[in-house]
């Protein structure tokens, strides 16, 4: 017999179903040392007996099917109600407002700076305003306001009631004052909506006597800050309140009357009433009064009313030019706008 | 006998290299599995622990507890259509 040969023809068949069966056993033998490993190995790694929990700890966690609360038993909203003490500023917080909350106490969310370089803007303005008119030059470029004291406070509640920085200082996040635009506009929201054609001469004059009255361009509402009496100035009215009063009179009535629209002319008809209100925080000239009589709009562009405005000076817009160079000791502000429209209105009157 | 032996030796070794053993043990695996034969043998193997203990079961424990069960428990129908098999490949690669 030659071992290469490898032919089953000489065996019988009672060899070869020996020979099968025994390649079946060791098959299913193999099978049952695997299984024995892999249970051998579970017991010793300690989840071979995982599924024998007893009933009671199964009862715990049975699966909830009741109203109101989730498949494990707890309640949607439990959190919802309960208050937590912030550890920044000791205030009692709803839940749900809890973390802006923190945001803006701790400084550190992606408004928070924002919101305090705005406040320090426009409270900046505001201390600026009262005492030095002339630094307001760089401060509100863009706009009319005077700073008005008493708004700032109330204007940041409408946007932010909760929060608690107004006396915290908080670091800036980057070097921006925010615009100045913005806070300045946010001055003007509450003042009212007058506009000049509305309202009769005998409403003009009391407005006009207690507040600013200038019309911003940005924003077409009126400054309504107060009329300060200086007694350092007052001296120096004395002789234009005789000397213009009557001038101004007339020209108030006119004014209530007439149609003017909330560009040039209305501020300058503004600046004009607003000389007429003696409000001196600067040095009102007697001569800068006469504004009225010259009648040439020439230097009644927007930036010598906003000049006038901040210099309390009444005669900038319809002055001369030496008048102006008189009246405003002070004129940072370059006019950043355009040359005057043509006045027509006290064309007339002249 | 020897030349038996050389046959045996011989068929095994091209069942291996022919891959074909292989795909008998995974059909057997399958077959176990599917007429839950492997979940009697743990059962089987749970009373050989509990019986032992946990911590002093060795695989010579189970494997001797085990075995003979386990082959005597294989479904007649696995049985004969694995032998079929073999039969087959035997007939097929003898020549």
């Known amino acids: 017999m030659k071992m290469e040969d490898m032919s089953l023809s000489g065996l019988d068949n009672t060899k070869l179903e020996a020979l099968a069966h025994d390649v079946y056993s060791d098959l299913v033998e193999d099978a049952c040392l695997g299984l024995c490993f892999e249970v051998h190995r579970a017991v010793k790694q ?11 700890s199964l009862k715990d966690f049975e699966i909830v ?20 003490v912030c550890p920044n500023c000791n205030r009692s917080i709803a839940a749900s407002r809890f973390a802006p909350h923190l945001e803006k106490c701790l400084g550190m969310g992606r408004n928070s700076s924002r919101i305090a370089n705005r406040r320090i803007a426009s409270s900046n303005n505001t201390s600026k305003s009262e005492s030095d008119q002339e630094d307001n030059d760089d401060i509100n470029d863009n706009d009319w306001s ?11 509640s409408e946007k932010n009631p909760n929060s608690p920085r107004r006396s915290k200082s908080l670091k800036h996040k980057n070097g921006e004052l925010s615009s100045s635009v913005n806070p300045d506009l946010y001055k003007y929201n509450y003042s009212s909506g007058i506009s000049y054609e509305t309202l009769g001469p005998e409403e003009l004059q009391s407005i006009l006597t207690t507040q600013c009255g200038v019309v911003s361009e940005h924003t077409k509402k009126m400054c309504t800050r107060s009329a300060l009496p200086d007694s350092d100035t007052m001296l120096e009215n004395d002789g234009y309140d005789a000397a213009d009063g009557q001038l101004i009179m007339s020209r108030l009535q006119w004014d209530g009357s007439s149609d003017i629209s909330p560009s040039d002319s209305a501020s300058s008809k503004a600046s004009t009433n607003n000389s007429e209100s003696k409000r001196p ?6 001569s800068a009064l006469s504004m009225s009589s010259s009648g040439g709009g020439g230097e009644r562009d ?26 405003l000791p002070s004129r940072k502000k370059r006019p950043k706008l355009p040359v005057p429209p043509a006045p027509t209105i006290y064309d007339d009157l002249n | 006998m020897s030349k038996e032996s050389q046959m045996r030796a011989a068929i095994n070794q091209k069942l291996i290299e022919m891959g074909e053993r292989e795909r008998l043990k995974e059909l057997l695996r399958a077959k176990l599995i599917e007429c ?17 203990g946990i911590e002093n079961v060795t695989v010579e424990d189970l494997v001797a507890g085990v075995t003979p069960k386990g082959r005597a428990l294989v479904p007649d129908s696995v049985k004969k259509e694995l032998l079929q098999r073999i039969r087959a490949f035997l007939a097929q690669h003898s020549t």
């Open chain 1, 46 to 56: 300690g989840y071979f007996f995982l599924d024998e929990t007893d009933q009671e």
């Open chain 1, 65 to 84: 099917d009741q109203p109101g609360v989730d498949i494990f038993g707890q309640v949607y909203n439990q959190w919802k109600n309960k208050e937590c």
């Open chain 2, 36 to 52: 839950g034969w492997r979940d009697q043998i743990k059962a089987l193997c749970k009373d050989v622990i509990k019986e032992k």
């Open chain 1, 146 to 156: 005077y700073g008005s004291e008493k708004k700032p406070k109330k204007r940041k």
């Open chain 1, 302 to 327: 927007k930036g010598q009313e906003r000049e006038r405005d901040r210099d309390r000076v009444a005669g900038s817009s319809g002055s001369t030019s030496s008048q102006n160079a008189l009246g």
């Open chain 1, 281 to 286: 925080k600067k040095k009102k000239k007697p």
